[in-house]
């Protein structure tokens, strides 16, 4: 059984309980937006409200392209899946969204005809599925989407889907034991603020918009580069960790609207947020780190009556928190 059957399972016929109240009386900062990627290195939707799932949002990162080996791609090596745009059905974000055959995910890039991907999961299976430390099966999408796929980029592709009825990709349990995602980079959730985002633009003769980070949850109201530092969150009545800073590889150099590589943010946060500036007595002195990688607390949450949905405009309440980015886990 899967994580998240497990969940709703455990909460089923538990009544809702009243949250209970943070400790402190004003929030530190709110939710001012929500992203989902529901393909891993494909453009996110900016959505105002999203269901919870142990895994992460409800629809991010379910599926990937593979090369031929079956090897993720991602716009490290592949660039031009940034512009590939997904749509997904309004109310697919809705909690009880009914999932019916002719609900489909939509996708769209330069030169290449919409493509309909059908909701309902597939049939056929694609065995030795890897990214990066996982290998597994996964649902195959099909010729069709095979073809369109290596039609864009040029060479051999498909597109899977996790399988979370017979697959398992656990988190580092160094970080958060217990925990699981699909197609990730490693963790469930990305926090990032807006005024982290400002603060990098400062120093930037043209300022990056936040998708160069590709965030779950970005907000606003807090301190510049205040969320490296907080280890137990409440985010409405939800209660995540702050497990590990989050190192940035050459993806935020990559102009999500061109597909184009460029110096910067990356330069600059060489100079102002590597792990020589930030930990100085750490490893990895040449890393950079932008945003706050969490779980949520999911095994302490009843199933609401309104569902497990954050909505932007939801108020962010630090619980705990170290006192400097040298002692947070990265």
Known sequence: MDLWSRFTR???GLEEQESSSPSQSEPTAKISSIFIYPIKSCRGISVSKAPLTPTGFKWDRNWLVVNSKGR???????????LVEVELPTEAFDEG??????????LKAPGMQP??????????????????????????????????????????????????DSQVRPVDP??????????????????????????????????VPINR??????????????????????????????????????????????????????QTLMKIRSGKVLRPKGKDQNKTYFGQNMVWNWRDCYAKRNGNVLNVGDPVYVMKKVTSAAEAAA
């Open 115 to 164: 493509l309909n991907i059908c909701l309902s999961k597939p049939h056929e299976v694609a065995d030795g599925v890897s990214v990066w430390e996982w290998n597994g099966s996964a649902w195959d999408e099909g010729a069709e989407a095979s073809q369109w796929f290596s039609d864009y980029l040029g060479k051999l592709s498909r597109l899977v889907r996790f399988n979370n």
């Open 213 to 266: 980070f590709r965030p779950n949850i970005l907000v606003e109201g807090c301190e510049p580069f205040s969320e490296d530092l907080w280890t137990e969150i409440k985010i409405s009545s939800f209660s995540f960790l702050g497990v590990k800073l989050c190192s940035r590889c050459k993806v935020p150099s990559i102009n999500q609207a061109t597909a184009i590589s460029e110096p910067e943010p990356n």
């Open 72 to 82: 993720a791609y991602t716009q490290r090596v592949e660039p031009k899946l940034a």
């Open 97 to 106: 969204f009914d999932l019916k055959k002719d609900s489909f995910m939509v």
């Open 10 to 12: 455990t909460s089923k």
């Open 174 to 207: 160094d970080y958060a034991k217990g925990h699981q995602i699909m197609f990730s980079d490693c963790f469930p959730f990305l926090l990032a603020s807006q005024e982290s985002l400002d603060a990098v633009n400062q120093h930037l003769e043209d300022p």
